[in-house]
């Protein structure tokens, strides 16, 4: 899906915590959802991650997303879906509702 695509699609500002682990990294991480679409998402916290990382992320009703970092900055990044979700059945439940350490 190209940048214009993806930039396109409607999100919701929203904060979510969610279960996220990096592609050959057995580690779970929690990050923060700080906004959501069908083709993507911003993220908070969790791992130094770069453009290009592979990684899943567990998200509600949505369930385990494959996705890959379009863009970072600072404690944010963006991660593009290899798949479109429902991004509102994603909203029903979030996997990690803890606080994160």
């Known amino acids: 899906m190209s940048e214009v695509e993806t930039r396109s699609t409607a999100r919701d500002s929203l904060l979510l915590f969610a279960n996220l682990w990096l592609e050959n990294d057995p580690a779970r991480y929690h990050v923060?959802?700080?906004n959501l679409s069908d083709a993507g998402m911003m993220g908070e916290g969790g791992p130094r991650v770069v453009r290009g990382t592979r990684l899943t992320v567990e998200?509600?009703?949505?369930?385990?997303?494959?996705?890959?970092?379009?863009?970072?900055?600072?404690?944010?990044?963006?991660?593009a879906f290899d798949d479109l979700i429902n991004s509102a059945s994603a909203q029903s439940s979030s996997p990690a509702s803890e606080p994160m350490h």
């Not at 998200?59 to 991660?79: D, K, P």
């Open 32 to 34: 923060k959802v700080r």
């Open 59 to 79: 998200l509600g009703g949505a369930g385990a997303v494959r996705g890959c970092v379009a863009w970072v900055q600072n404690e944010r990044f963006g991660v």
